[in-house]
Nanobody, 115 residues
């Protein structure tokens, strides 16, 4: 079955950096689009970035120029490099695989940006 396991979250000061990773299993990773979403307390889950199977990328306006999504098909891994972090980036971050139109989610990793 599809499994997605995120890691890399933590507490970081404003202006700092974190790198999130999501290891996928149970499907042919290279064939499908992958995404990062986030959900802050009291807010709806929102798309942060996605990367298609062909390599195309898309970013939320709020993270453009600060976050970079990448994928390593040999390691079945999708990553999110987050730089210049702001308190408003604080959220639970989720990895998502879209397979034949159905979304599969990881359990999430918490990112807290605070001094």
């Amino acid at each position: 079955q599809v499994q997605l396991v995120e890691s890399g979250g933590g507490l970081v000061q404003p202006g700092g950096s974190l790198r999130l990773s999501c290891v996928a299993s149970g499907f042919t990773f290279s064939r499908y689009g992958m995404s990062w979403y986030r959900q802050a307390p009291g807010k709806e889950r929102e798309l942060v970035a996605d990367k298609s199977a062909s390599g195309g990328t898309n970013y939320a306006d709020s993270v453009k120029g600060r976050f970079t999504i990448s994928r390593d098909n040999a390691k079945n891994t999708i990553s999110l490099q987050m730089n210049s972090l702001k308190p408003e980036d604080t959220a639970m971050y989720y990895c998502k695989a879209t397979i034949w139109g159905k979304g599969y989610w990881g359990q999430g990793t918490q990112v807290t940006v605070s001094s």
